[in-house]
C-alpha cells in the first residue's frame, strides 16, 4: 500500500469482450495514430450536440448523434483490442465496451495525461 492511497488502485491488464479475452493496451504513438485514422465523427458530433438550440431539437440530434457514434465506439474497441469490428458489433455487450474503455483510460492515465497538456497551453488574457 503505497502512502495516502495514492497507486493503490490495479488496472486490470486482461478483460473479456464478448468470449474472447484481450489485453487492456498501452497507447503508443503507432495506436494513437491508428485510433486518428479511424475516429474521424465524434469530435464533430460533440459539439453539433453542444450546440444545438431547444429542447426538440437537441433530443433529436443526441439521438442521431448516438446512432451514429456507436459506428465509432465499435471502431475504437476493435483497435484497441485487435478484435474485428464486426465482432465486436455482434458479439460485445455495452457493459463490456465501457468497462474496456474504462480501463484504456486508466491504464493509460488519460486523464493525468490530458490535464498536463492543458497546463501546455498558453494562458488566455481576460
Not at 495516502?4 to 488496472?11: A, S
Not at 433530443?59 to 448516438?66: C, E, N, Q, R
Not at 460485445?92 to 483510460?105: M, Q, R, S
Amino acid at each position: 500500500m503505497s502512502l495516502f492511497g495514492i497507486g493503490t488502485k490495479k488496472v486490470s491488464s486482461e478483460l473479456t469482450l464478448g468470449d474472447k479475452t484481450v489485453q487492456v493496451p498501452k497507447l503508443t504513438p503507432v495506436k494513437w495514430k491508428e485510433l486518428f485514422e479511424v475516429v474521424d465523427r465524434l469530435p464533430h458530433l460533440f459539439f453539433t450536440v453542444l450546440s444545438t438550440n431547444g429542447q426538440d431539437d437537441f433530443a433529436a440530434t443526441l439521438v442521431a448523434a448516438i446512432n451514429l457514434a456507436m459506428d465509432e465506439v465499435v471502431k475504437v474497441v476493435a483497435v484497441l483490442s485487435g478484435l474485428d469490428k464486426d465482432y465486436v458489433q455482434e458479439n460485445v455487450g455495452t457493459d463490456e465496451i465501457v468497462e474496456f474503455l474504462i480501463a484504456v483510460v486508466e491504464k493509460n492515465r488519460l486523464q493525468s495525461v490530458a490535464k498536463n497538456l492543458r497546463s501546455l497551453l498558453p494562458k488566455t488574457a481576460k
